[in-house]
């Protein structure tokens, strides 16, 4: 696929982001920023009683591909379950994005990914809460 087109979704995504904002109630939030280029990203996700996303938010501030790449990353957990979400990994979210990007633009890119995957890890496994561990 032409990578303008993707080139101009990153635009758009920065313009008019997907799931900005914070959650009032999350299960979990975590935020972390890029020290070498500034961006910010904070990432909520409410889970529902069988541990899938119910619900997710992201805010921050930062270049259009940090930003552009926390719209996408999480509108495409949601539903999935905290394993899957775990699991998820940085070719996703590179696939996602759609564009090559330079090793410092690829450091923004993985921002969102890096926030959710130690928020995710900081959750409890839900099978030790059953007892099947």
Known sequence: MDESIYR????????????????ETADWSY????????????????????????DVAWSGDGCAISQAAASLL??????????EVRNFDKDELLELVGVKLSMARVKCALLSLKVLKAGAYG???????RGNK
């Open 74 to 83: 999480t509108d495409e957990i949601k539903g999935k379950t905290l394993e």
């Open 8 to 23: 101009e979704q990153i635009i758009d995504l920065y313009e008019h982001p997907l799931n900005h904002g914070q959650l």
């Open 31 to 54: 935020e972390e920023d890029n020290p070498l280029c500034g961006d910010v990203i904070r990432i909520d996700v409410k889970l529902d009683e069988n541990q899938r996303v119910a």
């Open 123 to 129: 959750m409890p496994d839900p099978n030790e809460l």
